[in-house]
């Protein structure tokens, strides 16, 4: 009996498998050719050059508000390439800005290029991250649970957009996800090699983004409150996804936060790692506090350009945040809320809500995610300022798929509670509309706005930044010109990538357009102002470009540069 459930696993499994490795396939496919008609945007800009310039100089001092690890990785391949550089470029400033436009300078000719390549190590990691969460969500949920949550995740719009990106995001969330499911290990069943997963995981999710940290506090509390609810319910023996609990299950979350630490400093190696706390000077009041109360010369076990970061990451204020049509320098709490009603597809919104009715009782196995991924969320909607992109709050996306697998099978070990087939098919028939808003949405993921925010023609009305336009198209505006037969543009567009390494020729649009046709940026058309064209020039007015708010374009070239016709338009000029 035992031989032929075991036979009737088999093709189960290598069903699931080969499901969920064709539609990672088709996923890639699309972030590759994706990616390639994408121009190098804004953060891009400088984390792939900073990152050169770690490797060959050991710069740890530019732009340490962001940790080293994904910068390094992201640039490995142009350690293979001729991309040239300098020290000279690191000596006497710490701005990462500056290095980056002196990379620009230096390798024009093959800059895409060089990005292109870049972007192939993110596109390797949101594979990862597929793999991550279909073994997570098949560990949780059974063989279709993990196809679920697995195929939901690489085929989001969102998730995609970032996978093909040379960014931190997609990095710390596959880490941030890599941390949770090796906790839920720990708390099934503690072990030494989980504890050092554990530890890993957490290491690099901070060597990635320094919002990593947060899992230090996070998934232990998380733990402590599972705990809690189940020495205080009513479950009187360990059921399916119930955890056990001893003091060596204490001992692995101690070690692995004791090897988190390890890891963050092998993370900074070349730099100061056993650092005297005076000997830097910090700006936030927590860490001048701390050196004031720490005596002289202490050296904490901790890098010291990695708190060194932790201080700017605290100390940065003054972002502009734009949120439906409204514009301010202290973020929006409901941000991050809206953000998830509309720029996640509906019918994902319509299965996380649907997963909730699965069955009223939420396992513990399950509110280790799902705390986690709350306590992320309410961070940055209560004590974040940064409104300047969903992409902060990207980890709840997988948490999302993996709630939704629950749809599919309620499995824990060897015991799996039937669900009704109707939620079965729904599941599927989610999954099968998803992709094809994959398919149809390529190659502009980064401008994905859902039906009901007005789809991605009507994204501009809720929110800008890098959610709609982060200077990813002037590939497109290149070939629109050839194709219109257009030899030189009025060019307003906000990123910091010189137009002009993209063979375009253009005036910048500041005050009147000189040329029969101008093009705009949607983040300054729309009234948030950046960078024009990658120049110091930042219009001090939202509204600089407002007068050409009431025109018709051209044409809207992958969502977030408008093209006018001014002459068609106007008879004249604006």
Same mark, same amino acid.
């Given at each position: ?7 009737? !696993? +088999?093709? #189960? ?28 945007? !804004? ?40 991309? @040239?550089?300098?020290? $000279? ?22 800059? @895409? ?26 560990? /949780? ?11 939901? !995740? ?62 230090? +506090? ?34 692995g979350i101690i070690g692995a936060l004791a090897l988190a630490c390890v890891v963050i400093d092998i993370g900074f190696i070349g730099s100061d790692v056993f650092w005297r706390m005076d000997s830097f000077k910090f700006e936030t009041p927590l860490f001048c506090t701390l050196q004031d109360l720490l005596p002289a010369g ?37 941000? &991050? ?47 974040? @300022? ?5 992409? &902060?709050?990207?980890? +709840? ?21 039937? #669900? ?30 859902? /039906? ?26 290149? $070939?629109?010109?050839?194709? $219109? ?81 001014? $002459? ?7």
């Open positions: 009996m035992a031989d032929s459930a075991q036979v009737s !696993t +088999v093709p #189960t499994t290598r069903r699931a498998n080969l499901c969920f490795f064709a539609i990672l396939a088709i996923a890639l496919s699309l972030g590759v050719s994706s990616t390639a008609r994408k121009s190098v945007t !804004t953060d891009e800009f400088t984390i792939c050059p900073n990152g050169l310039l770690l490797w060959r100089y050991g710069a740890f001092h530019l732009d340490n508000g962001v940790p080293p690890l994904a910068k390094m990785l992201v640039s490995l391949p142009l350690l293979l390439t001729d991309a @040239h550089t300098e020290p $000279e470029w690191v000596e006497g400033h710490n701005s990462g800005w500056r290095c980056g436009r002196y990379f620009a300078a230096a390798n024009a000719g093959s800059y @895409h290029t060089y990005f292109f390549y870049c972007r192939l190590v993110s596109l390797a990691c949101f594979a990862a991250l597929g793999l991550l969460v279909f073994a997570y969500g098949r560990r /949780l949920y059974g063989e279709q649970g993990g196809l679920l949550a697995g195929g939901l !995740t690489v085929l989001m719009p969102i998730v995609i957009s970032l996978g093909q990106l040379a960014v931190t995001d997609i990095f710390v969330v596959t880490t941030m996800i890599a941390a949770c499911a090796a906790m839920d290990l720990l708390l099934r069943s503690p072990t030494v090699l989980r504890a050092l997963a554990l530890g890993t995981a957490m290491g690099l999710a901070s060597l990635f983004k320094y919002t990593g940290i947060l899992l230090f +506090v996070f998934l232990p509390l998380t733990a402590l409150l599972v705990f809690l609810a189940g020495r205080t319910g009513r479950r009187s023996e360990p059921g399916p996804g119930t955890y056990t609990w001893s003091r060596r299950t204490v001992l202490f050296r904490p076990p901790i890098a010291g350009w990695f708190i060194k970061g932790l201080d700017t990451q605290l100390a940065e204020k003054g972002y502009l945040a734009y949120l439906m049509g409204e514009v301010n320098r202290t973020g929006f709490p409901h941000y &991050y809320v809206v953000g998830l009603l509309v720029k996640t597809p509906l019918v994902v919104l319509f299965l996380c809500a649907l997963a909730a009715g699965v069955r009223r009782r939420i396992r513990e196995d399950e509110w280790l995610f799902i705390l986690s991924a709350i306590g992320f969320f309410l961070f940055f909607s209560l004590a974040s @300022h940064k409104n300047i992109g969903v992409r &902060y709050v990207l980890f +709840v996306y997988p948490v999302m798929a993996l709630w939704i697998a629950r749809l599919v099978g309620m499995s824990c070990g060897n015991t799996c509670d039937e #669900t009704r087939p109707w939620r079965r098919h729904t599941a599927w028939t989610g999954l099968a509309v998803v992709l094809a808003i994959a398919v149809l949405e390529w190659p502009h993921y980064l401008p994905f706005f859902n /039906l009901a925010a007005g789809g991605n023609g009507g994204g501009h009305r809720i929110f800008l930044d890098s959610n709609l336009d982060w200077g990813q198209d002037l590939v497109e505006l290149r $070939e629109y010109m050839r194709h $219109e037969n257009i030899e030189k543009i009025d060019l307003a567009y906000g990123g910091r990538v010189d137009p002009a390494i993209y063979g375009i020729r253009c005036n910048m649009l500041v005050d009147k357009p000189t040329e029969r046709y101008a093009a705009i940026g949607a983040n300054l058309l729309w009234g948030r102002p950046y960078f024009v064209n990658g120049s110091s020039y930042w219009p001090a007015d939202p509204d600089a470009y407002a007068q050409f708010r009431s025109l018709t374009p051209k044409a809207i070239l992958g969502y977030s540069i408008y093209v006018y016709d001014l $002459e068609e338009e106007t008879g004249g000029r604006p």
